[in-house]
């Protein structure tokens, strides 16, 4: 019999010609669903931002994904790194960042950009970035396809053959790699990839923090969805804990208007910038916080990378130079500033921006509670009756409120009479501010914001208030299970964005908690003193020389010794940080106490980058029972801070004033700062206030939409 299909087609009947069609189609059929199939597992195996993104909602519940934002995941933050891999790029951009800068000259000679322009007529094309789920496509800087003006003033230069070349060292290189290593939900701390300790007891005794899901869905009444602002700052020019300082105020401030946050590149910060054995020793925030997951998990907050920022909004013709009006690109169209000077690009971001000069002694800035211009009027009527005393209480002194704190709930009014007790008057981000597509906090010409967030920003709304506190300033993270809050939604109230999700790497508490471990185990075995036997209690001091200006604070140890022997226990383990290289300096210690110091513990810490040793010595000093700090240290400052959140959460004793077990050596009319509640002073940075932790969980449990 003939095959069917060897017949002509004009003698075959319905039936075969049927048949035939039915094969054809059940072959197209196949061959289709293998192409899906090859695509589908093509996407999964190559796609790093959705496996990223996949493994987020399938082991932390976080959802979303991290737009424009480089992390650190797939590797230790301590050591160098020369693995780069692209994340949440589309297949062009990914193309355009593996590229050699070589290759990406040669590409832009001659050759057609996707607009239709060529090198020579069209500015720099930037190609799409992946969005983060709640983000409108807007954000996303789009190719011009007009010439730019050919004036010389707004001529963007010609592209840099060195803005994304290998020139840095490999440990400095600007890195896009897979997050999936590293963005966790911040409630959350894990050490069994960071060398323990395996001690539940021991970590948890780190957390002075709480996870409150619902602080995660505030957002920012001066947040605009679909009109994406900006805000960029200058890292302080003094010590690490300065430098954090004056962060957490920009990262408080960029929520607070409701703009996207642009962290600084990877440079070099003062005092930690060691090199030893090729270690990291040029840094991005995200090096030491969490920057990545907070941006996930907060729906009002976001975060990118001053590379993406210029991507988006500089190379794209979209910044113009303030005294000219006309646009202005940056020096050399560079858009990768890791690793180098800083300098030409903080000019330029000064000449384009709206430049605050705000002073923290001379004023608090002032957040309304909407963006109503009604808002704005109650702020600027409010603060004219406390000063003409209209109000109907008189002018406010810091002695009215030595030992007398306003509630966190009072009245505006109230409020604002305590914060401008030592400070004349206010900054409000008013209109004009609020319309500004970039704000830029300068470290120039006399403006420097070293202070404590919460002792320069002021919410007209208390609840706002309080969620900046809590939320902001976490060093360690586990999750606890907080089912009385799972129905809690705050409106209009930010209540936790510094103490519950600011926080330390993993990496770098876990090492701490080891050496709090070691610490502990060492007091046991401290046969002089019983408690540290039955307990592995121990107190700590810091004493910091080495560079430091302050002469006063430059005592002799046997001087030391007196200031500090009455709170003291003779015989107990007394941990020391300290920056004094001769340690013989703290003999008059070692002859009444079980002196030791971070030295000691080496061997339980062995890789661990030697830049972070003073954020460790932090972490150990604040669980010790007793504390004696340096006046006018950060360090000093932020142990008590920490010690402060850690009572509040637990309700020990000095909660509901702000107190605690700590001292400073001197001066004499200091000494006793921490020992009753003291308002808002300057100079500010000296210590920090009690206004920062107490009471702030107020109201998360009757507070309701």
């Known amino acids: 019999m003939q095959a069917i299909s060897d017949k002509p087609t004009q003698n075959l009947t319905s039936q075969e010609q049927c048949q035939i069609r039915r094969r054809s189609d059940f072959f197209l059929l196949f061959i289709g669903i293998c192409i899906l199939a090859l695509a589908i597992g093509h996407i999964w195996l190559h796609n790093p931002h959705y496996n990223a993104h996949h493994e987020l909602k399938t082991e932390g519940g976080v959802h979303g994904s991290l737009e424009g934002f480089v992390t650190d995941g797939g590797r230790r933050r301590g050591k160098a790194n020369k693995v780069k891999e692209t994340v949440g790029l589309n297949d ?78 490999s440990s400095n290189q600007h890195k896009i790699i897979n997050p999936s290593d590293s963005i966790h939900p911040v409630a959350h701390l894990s050490c069994k990839d960071h060398g323990g300790p395996s001690d539940a007891k021991i970590i948890d005794e780190m957390i002075f923090w709480s996870d409150i899901p619902s602080d995660a869905s505030y957002v920012s009444p001066m947040y605009e969805e679909g009109h994406e602002k900006y805000l960029t700052f200058e890292p302080d020019h003094g010590g690490w804990n300065n430098i954090r300082m004056a962060m957490e105020t920009a990262l408080v401030l960029s929520h607070a208007m409701g703009r996207t946050l642009v962290l600084p590149p990877e440079q070099g910060m003062y005092l930690i910038d060691k090199k030893n054995e090729g270690q990291k020793s040029k840094f991005s925030f995200n090096d ?29 013709g979209g910044l113009k130079d303030k005294m000219s009006n006309e646009v202005k690109f940056p020096d050399g169209n560079r858009t990768d500033w ?61 002695e009215e409120f030595n030992g007398n704190p306003t509630p966190v709930d009072a009245p505006l009014g109230d409020r604002m009479r305590e914060m401008l007790a030592d400070r004349p008057g206010l900054c409000i981000y008013d209109k ?122 430059r005592l002799p140890a046997d001087q030391l010794y007196d200031l500090s022997k009455n709170e003291f226990t003779e015989g107990a383990t ?15 210690f070692k002859d009444k106490y079980d002196v030791v110091f ?26 010790s029972r007793v504390f004696y700090g340096t006046w006018w240290s950060t360090l000093s400052g932020y142990v008590n801070r920490m010690r402060g959140y850690y009572i509040t959460k637990h309700k020990l004793e000095g909660w509901e004033d702000g107190t605690m077990q700590s001292w400073y050596f001197t001066p004499e009319e200091r000494r006793l700062q921490m020992r009753s509640y003291i308002p808002v002073r300057k100079p500010i940075y000296c210590k920090e206030f009690a206004v920062a932790w107490r009471d702030i969980d107020k109201g998360i449990d009757s507070i309701t939409q």
């Open 288 to 316: 030491f916080f969490h920057l990545d997951a907070i941006a996930i998990e907060h729906k009002g907050f976001k975060v990118i990378t001053t590379e993406e920022f210029l991507r988006r909004e500089a190379i794209t």
């Open 92 to 169: 062009n951009a990914r193309q355009e960042v593996e590229m050699t800068s070589d290759e990406k000259v040669k590409a832009n000679e001659g050759g057609a950009d996707r607009t239709g322009n060529t090198a020579s007529d069209a500015k720099p094309v930037i190609k799409e970035v992946a969005q983060v789920d709640r983000v409108s496509n807007e954000n996303t800087a789009a190719a011009p396809t007009s010439k730019p003006s050919s004036s010389p003033a707004t001529s963007p230069p010609t592209q840099s053959t060195e803005n994304n070349s290998n020139e840095t060292s």
């Open 338 to 398: 890791n690793g180098r000077s800083t300098d030409p690009l903080f000019n330029y971001l000064r000449s384009v921006a709206n430049t605050p000069t705000w002073d923290p002694w001379e004023c608090a800035v002032a957040i309304p509670a909407s963006k109503e211009q009604s808002s704005i009027d109650e702020l600027n009527t409010t603060l004219k009756a406390i000063m003409d005393g209209s109000y109907g209480k008189p002018k406010p002194t810091l």
């Open 432 to 553: 004009p501010l609020q319309e500004e597509k970039l704000i830029h906090l300068k470290v120039h010409g006399g403006v420097r914001l070293l202070t404590h967030f919460y002792a320069f920003i002021f919410f007209a709304d208390w609840k706002q208030d309080l969620w900046s506190k809590r939320e902001h300033l976490i060093h360690s993270c586990v999750y606890f299970p907080m089912t009385q809050y799972n129905n809690f939604h705050l409106n209009n109230c930010t209540l936790g964005f510094v103490r519950d999700h600011l926080r330390y790497v993993d990496e770098i508490v876990c090492a701490a908690a080891r050496v709090v471990e070691a610490v502990r185990d060492h007091a046991r075995k401290n046969k002089k003193h019983k408690p540290s036997m039955e307990e592995g209690i121990f107190d700590a001091m810091h004493v910091r020389r080495g560079d430091f200006q302050y002469t006063p604070t």
């Open 598 to 623: 971070l030295d000691d513990f080496m061997h339980v810490i062995p890789d661990i980058n030697t830049n972070y040793y003073g954020m460790i010595d932090q972490l150990v000093s604040y669980k």
């Open 574 to 588: 007394l941990y020391v940080a300290t920056d004094e290289g001769n340690k013989t300096f703290f003999e008059p």
